[in-house]
Every structure is written in structure tokens, then in C-alpha cells.
């Protein structure tokens, strides 16, 4: 290691053990002027609901990453490694390797685990909805297989995973329609198979908590499509127990009103929610992937700085509102250091949308979500 980044791998040891034990002070250069002793997030928030993050193997091999993730969080998410196409390559072959790893870091630091994800229309294997012919499988084969693919994974996890993301972005992204047509599963059963989906969860694990997951949940043009998804599986008397708002959010929406007002349909229907992917884009939401424009790199400014600032101030004030209703608020990713953001929509668009830097420091916008209590 050269003697430059071995100063700032030792430098930022010592900030992260200085945080786990509550001992830095963060706000201000001169720590006589400082009054405020440095507060961890799942600290500040332990009156309200626990702080999670999504992982993957890699984040729990770095040291550094780890001693972050075991000081700052109460709770972790699998990002990739449960869904179906990494944990499930072949019909008679389950790969658990990097699962394993997850679990058994939840297991080790009693962390808080959340499943993620049983059925999903991405990151499916192929031969989930074909036959050995390549023709597409009959509606109750795919029964079959659900059932098999989730008993098998919800009980080698059972011990650990209190919550399960069920069903995943089932919503169509057509205002004319409520679910996603194209989904291979839609294609097969019709939308029956999100009953039977929450069906066979019940079965295999009856004291996980089951969620139906999505992206822009509070968006006012897809809340009402999420809202009749979710009534047509309480009246089929699906088990569900909560929806999975995700959070992929911007520094331009949503406006608070945006947010509590789906927080209050979601909740008027009986339901828990979780916030389960959250992280805020410098960027406005586009579904379509598309390649850089000129000049659109534009980094981290001091304004849009201030303004995802802003944003995270108001959701969170949003979230500490709703703690009754709100059981648990996961970011989607460690630090900026990687977010899945680099790559979507623009591949190679650099993004910084969480509250640690790309060398896993507190940024200004991580001191404002921790001490709420001192405007
Ligand atoms: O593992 C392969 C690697 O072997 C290969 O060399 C490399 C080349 O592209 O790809 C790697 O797989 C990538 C995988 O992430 C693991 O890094 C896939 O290409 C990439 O598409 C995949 O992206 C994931 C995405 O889901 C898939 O849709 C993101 O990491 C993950 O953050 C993202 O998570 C989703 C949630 O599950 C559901 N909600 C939206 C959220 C963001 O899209």
C-alpha cells in the first residue's frame, strides 16, 4: 500500500471506531467549539425505526466497509444475492454461497435481515418459466415452481429473515394499466400469481413479515395503481402484512405532500410499510436506460449539495411523522463510493446519493439526518 493511502486508510479506522464508540466530533474543525458529540444512525433513530442498508459480499470483505456497516446500521438487505437468477441458476441447483455470507454476517452482529427478492419479473433464471423443450411452462407448473423456489429459500433463512419482499414491481409503468403485463408471470397465471405468491410465503415461513415492493410508490400518477394491486390481494385474502415503498427518489421529488399522502392511503388499508431502497439521485427519475450526454457529468456541486440537503431533511422529518406506521428506512447501497445509480439510467454517470462519501466519511447531509433535534 503506498504510504498516502495507508495515512487515509488509518485516518478513516480511526473516524469509524471513533463513531462506533460515540467519541468524534463531526460538526465543526475545532472540537472546542463542538457540542455535539457524534451520533450514530441507528442511534438517533433507535426511538423510531431501525436503520438498514443493502449489502453485498464485497461490502462485508472490505474491512472499513464492514466496520461502517456494523457501526451505523441495525439492519441489511441482501442487493442482489437472494433474488432468483444469482440464488437459483439452475431448476435443480441453488447457489448459496454469497447468500450464505449475508445471513451468517446478520447472524454473527445480530443484525436485523430483510429477504429480497422472491418473485420478481428481473434477475430471473430463464429456465424458471420454460419446459425442456424451450416452450413456456403450464400455469400450474409455474405454481410449482414458485412454491418450490420459495419454501426452499425462505427456509434455509428462517432463523435470520424477519421480512420477505414477496412480490417486486408488479405494477405496470403504464398509467392504463394496474400490473405489468409483460411480466413472464402475468404472461402465465394472470395476476392470480401474486396471491399465490404470498400464499406459499405464509406457508413456508408463517411468522415473516410479507411485503409487496415497488419503485416511485409515491408518485401520484402510480400510487392509486399500487393502491388496486394491493386491494385485489386483500380482498383475495392474500397474507400480506406490509407494502415496501423503495425509495429511489431526487433531489427534485417527492414533495412532502407527495410523501404523506401515500403514506396515509398505504396505512389506511391496514398495512405496515417499509421504506426499502432509499437513496436520493442528483438526477430527475427516467426509466430508460440511454447513453451520457456532453457535459452532464457534473459532479457534486455546493448547490446540489444543499439541495439533496434539503431533501433528506424533509423526508426524513417526513418518516420521524410517521413512526407509527413506518417499521423500518433502508438505504440502497453503503456510500457513494458505489451506487447502483452509477450505472442507471446513464452508465458511467457518477452519482452520489447517500449519506457517506466515496471514502465512507459522514457527508454534511448524514450530520443533518442524525441530529434532527438541534434546528
Ligand atoms: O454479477 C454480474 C457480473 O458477473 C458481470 O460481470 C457484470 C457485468 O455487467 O454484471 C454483474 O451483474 C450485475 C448485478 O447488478 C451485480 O452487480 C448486473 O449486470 C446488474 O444489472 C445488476 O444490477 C442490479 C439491479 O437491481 C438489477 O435490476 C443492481 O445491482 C441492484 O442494485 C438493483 O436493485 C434493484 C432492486 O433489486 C429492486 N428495486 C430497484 C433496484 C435498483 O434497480
Redesign the pocket.
Known sequence: MKPTNLVKQLLLFTLILGCFFGVCSCETNNPKQDKTAFVTLKQAYQDYFPIGV?V?PSNLKDSLERALILAQFSSITA??VM?AG?IHPEIDRYNWEQADQVANFARAHNLKLRG??LI?H??YPTWFFKDQQGNQISKDTLYARMRSHIHTVMNRYKDVIYAWDVV??AVSDSVHKTYRESSPFYQIAGKEYLVKAFEFAKEADPEALLYY?D?NAVQPSKVNRIESLLEDLLQAGAPIDGVGI?G?WSIYEPSKEELTSALDLYSSLGLDIQIT?LDISLYRWEKHQRPLREGENQGFTASLEQKQIAQYESIFEVFRNYKEVITGVTF??LSDRYS?LD??PVEGRKNYPLLFDTILQPKKVYHKVVNFNQK
Open positions: 443493502a453485498s442487493e442482489n433474488k444469482p429480497h427478492a420478481w428481473q434477475q417486486n414491481e415492493n419503485y423503495q429511489h431502497e440502497w447501497n447502483w450505472h442507471y
